[in-house]
């Protein structure tokens, strides 16, 4: 078997697309819940390319089928979700122009909320994340993720509500979670007149770098806390301004913006590596039992100046792979090089390798007939 090199440019870049396929895949369903059903998808598509590699045609058929109901069903049952996510990706292709107007319009709306519902005697609990995640600290509540308007939060913690009784969790411009429950505080010196609302969002500022807002059901107050910070408002462009203030996000270098992407969502990242790294070896690195001959062309490259090529037009090759690999990649655009860079007039003697060909992974060369071709440059005639 004449040895070749598998890896190239091409592959590189393949494995890097299925990577970044797969992370956005169980990255949308971990947050939709449906991280179960992508796996099995997954699973049914890495089985039916063993089937094939093993010749298994109706069995392939088999896992195929079922992998394309379980596509079916994950677009039926999760429809809601995935159109959030194509929302969202919208949002984030039109960041530049957007953000910015957008984060105004969450903080105009907050502080109009929070202002009517002090105004009315309501409690109210809102936290507003930055850039440390509160996932871990908070617990209970149901998922929203709707907008910020003063109509919904209003709405959510009016005394009626199954869920005015906990906090809102607000990350950008959407509503993420309501009912949330916040860790109390630690501190022994707490004003008197506190309660549990805002020991709860003291606690949860003294433990993570968000904001909390606090209505006070009993004296109609505006509170907003950070870290130990307690400050009492008086008006809503006053918080609008105070928000704006503390949720301006500061010049991040490259190193440290590089190193934040790394860092976060570690374990799907590492997830879709390793399942990128099966799909792939399984569809591509391991030799097939299938072997064809191929008349494949010769072409000639770096030819000096002025020179003609006198050389065998075709070669003979023997490629073993996979049948469904062959079949799929088309062994009709295999080519067999040679750079005839710094040759000179004459007879030369080139051996073939591996090396010659564009061979795409998963397929490698058995035999090549003749083993060495014999080319002659000659001067052009003028």
Request: glycine share 6%; hydrophobic share 50%; charged share 20%.
């Amino acid at each position: 078997m004449i040895p070749v090199t598998l890896v190239r440019w091409q592959s590189a870049v393949d494995f890097v697309v299925l990577t970044a396929a797969l992370y956005i895949l169980l990255r949308w369903a971990q947050q939709a819940r449906a991280l179960r059903v992508a796996l099995v998808v997954l699973g049914l598509h890495a089985g039916a390319l063993v089937a094939r590699h093993f010749d298994l045609v109706l069995t392939s058929w088999v896992l195929d089928g079922a992998a394309i109901l379980a596509i079916v069903v994950l677009l039926l049952v999760f429809q809601a979700e995935l159109r959030r996510f194509f929302m969202r990706l919208d949002s984030l292709l039109n960041w530049r122009s957007q953000a910015t107007s957008r984060l105004n319009e969450t903080y105009q709306s907050l502080a109009q909320a929070a202002f009517r519902l002090a105004a009315a005697s309501v409690g109210a609990l809102i936290v507003i994340v930055r850039r440390d995640a509160v996932t871990e600290l908070v617990s209970g509540g149901i998922t929203l993720e709707s907008g910020v308007s003063p109509e919904i939060l209003e709405a959510i913690f009016q005394k009626t509500s199954p869920v005015h009784d906990g906090a809102v969790i607000v990350r950008d411009d959407r509503i993420v979670r309501a009912a949330a429950v916040l860790p109390l505080t630690e501190r022994e010196r707490v004003p008197s007149y506190y309660g549990t609302r805002h020991r709860a969002a003291m606690g949860l500022s003294e433990r993570c770098d968000a904001l909390v807002l606090v209505v006070s059901e009993e004296r109609g107050e505006v509170t907003l806390m950070e870290a130990r910070r307690i400050q009492r408002l008086d008006d809503a462009q006053n918080l609008v301004r105070m928000l704006e203030k503390l949720c301006a996000q500061p010049a991040v270098g490259l190193k440290s913006k590089l190193r934040q992407w790394f860092i976060s969502n570690a374990r799907v990242k590492l997830a879709a590596v390793g399942l990128a790294a099966a799909i792939w070896s399984t569809s591509f690195l391991s030799t097939g039992t299938t072997v064809r001959t191929v008349s494949v062309p010769v072409q000639f490259g770096s030819v000096p100046a002025g020179m003609d090529v006198n050389a065998p037009d075709r070669l003979e090759v023997e490629v073993r792979g996979s049948a469904w690999l062959m079949d799929s990649v088309g062994l009709t655009r295999l080519v067999a090089s040679f750079n005839l860079h710094g040759a000179r007039a004459g007879t030369l003697s080139l051996p073939v390798d591996g090396g010659n060909f564009n061979l795409p992974p998963g397929i490698v060369i058995e035999h090549v007939s003749p083993t060495k071709i014999t080319v002659r440059l000659i001067p052009r005639a003028r």
